[in-house]
């Protein structure tokens, strides 16, 4: 395909793609009670081979062939990077901070467990082929499925407790707190997989110290940096085009920084967007990306994403067993553990329910590790279509089931006066106001 033939398919498809995870996203928000995004994770399940491929297998490689694909990662990449930097804009540093001794609790139980887990089956993984690459040992496959367990869509928890009214709520400043450490955790884990699966202990060393200075450069000097236009933004009201432009520039170099580390370009991006100062420069910043990055850019993603998902590879009755057992063993490790810890540190038992309701659903950032265990050649595509499976199931339960056991019980003694408003518009999957229906 020439350079020509790409860039005709990149606009017909980049259409496609954005339609179906506009439309879809509709249908699951108006009749499933389900947040825009999750459709929108569905919706790239269904535009790979597992569906549009199954029905009309030449329309789907005529669309999607295999040679703009390439340039689809890239758009993908970018736009996972991006939203990677929106969501760091909206972290708040203080609801980690408030609850940090509780949140150890929750968190470290949230963690435990699902690697506790991850030892005691990944050896029948890699028994089973197909699952694991050959070439990566126990000891990489077993933090690798321990962190794909024991990620938290921490944003999509945001965005539920603040849409409810929750924030400061003991609830609230728990779970936000808890998610932030067992999504850093997990971020720690996939670092050092990726690390200690490079060409040689060189590689390894450059990724671990390339990662603990850029954190140490972007966390001591950054803001000091950035102060200057943090200030020209509050005294205008508003972020100029050039101070916009210097913020799309240093994004660019965080993610080159994170990649040419031989780590991920979503981590300089989160980074970036946690240490940028708070004010007019993150409001405006967030209003001015939000709308095309989650509109057109993290579509692709989920489309990347859906096109290396073959849930048809599941097709024996010992795939079946093993894409039970993980979804099994995500569920009840992570929810159970976290509402156990929160009951040992006083919480009453619907509060407990909530905070594990919250804590299991694993969203957009399961996608992130997987797609980059994909790629980086860690997990095979059997594998990794379960995991979207498990993403996407924990995803789907996390609403309906947080509202069961928490929010009629709550509603009751008062404290969800914002409950209302979000059953009118359920809450976005991730930390960005849901974009307009189609």
Same mark, same amino acid.
Not at 272 to 295: M, N, Y
Not at 350 to 377: F, V, W
């Given at each position: ?82 939203? *990677? ?13 408030? &609850? ?13 467990? $699902? ?52 924030? &400061? ?53 950054? $803001? ?33 920084? *994170? ?31 939000? $709308? ?104 789907? *339960? ?41």
């Amino acid at each position: 395909m020439s350079t020509a033939e790409m860039s005709i398919m990149f606009f017909l498809q980049m259409a496609a793609i954005i339609a179906a995870c506009r439309i879809v996203g509709w249908l699951a928000k108006r009749y499933l009670g389900q947040p825009q995004v999750v459709g929108e994770m569905i919706a790239g399940v269904m535009l790979g081979p597992s569906l549009f491929g199954l029905i009309a297998p030449e329309a789907q490689q005529w669309l999607f062939p295999q040679a703009s694909r390439d340039l689809l990662f890239v758009v993908a990449q970018l736009g996972v990077g991006l939203y *990677m930097f929106i969501v760091g804009l909206g972290f708040d540093v203080g609801h980690f901070r408030a &609850k940090a001794g509780s949140a150890a609790a929750v968190s470290l139980s949230g963690i435990a467990a $699902p690697f506790l887990l991850a030892v005691l089956i990944t050896p029948w993984l890699l028994q089973t082929p197909g699952l694991f690459a050959a070439h990566v040992p126990l000891p990489q496959a077993t933090l690798f499925l321990g962190a794909c367990i024991a990620i938290t869509a921490f944003p999509m928890l945001a965005r539920i407790i603040h849409e409810r009214g929750l924030s &400061k709520s003991p609830l609230g400043t728990l779970a936000l707190s808890a998610g932030a450490v067992d999504d850093a955790s997990a971020w720690i884990v996939l670092a050092i997989v990726l690390a200690s699966l490079g060409a040689g202990a060189g590689v390894a060393i450059t990724a671990i110290c390339g990662a603990i200075a850029f954190v140490l450069v972007m966390t001591l000097l950054m $803001p000091r940096l950035l102060a200057p236009l943090a200030r020209a933004a509050e005294k205008q009201g508003k972020l100029s085009q050039p101070a916009f432009g210097v913020m799309l520039g240093l994004f660019m170099l965080c993610a080159f920084a *994170m990649d040419i580390a031989g780590l991920h370009a979503v981590f300089g991006g989160f980074i970036l967007g946690v240490v940028t100062p708070r004010g007019v420069l993150t409001q405006d910043l967030r209003k001015s990306l939000e $709308p095309f990055v989650v509109t057109a850019l993290l579509p692709v993603f989920f489309c990347y994403s859906g096109l290396n998902t073959q849930l048809t590879m599941v097709n024996s009755a010992g795939l079946v067993l093993v894409t039970l057992a993980i979804l099994a063993a995500s569920i009840l490790a992570k929810g159970g553990a976290c509402w156990a810890a929160a009951r040992l540190t006083g919480q009453d038992n619907s509060t407990a329910l909530g905070i594990g309701a919250l804590m299991n659903a694993r969203g957009l950032m399961e996608l992130i590790i997987i797609n980059i265990g994909l790629q980086r050649g860690v997990i095979e595509p059997a594998l990794f279509s379960m995991l979207v499976l498990m993403a996407v199931v924990t995803t789907l *339960m996390a609403s309906p089931l947080f509202e069961f056991v928490y929010g009629r019980k709550a509603r009751e003694r008062g404290e969800l006066g914002a409950l209302h408003d979000a059953e009118a518009a359920p809450p976005a999957l991730e930390a960005h106001a849901a974009p307009p229906s189609p």
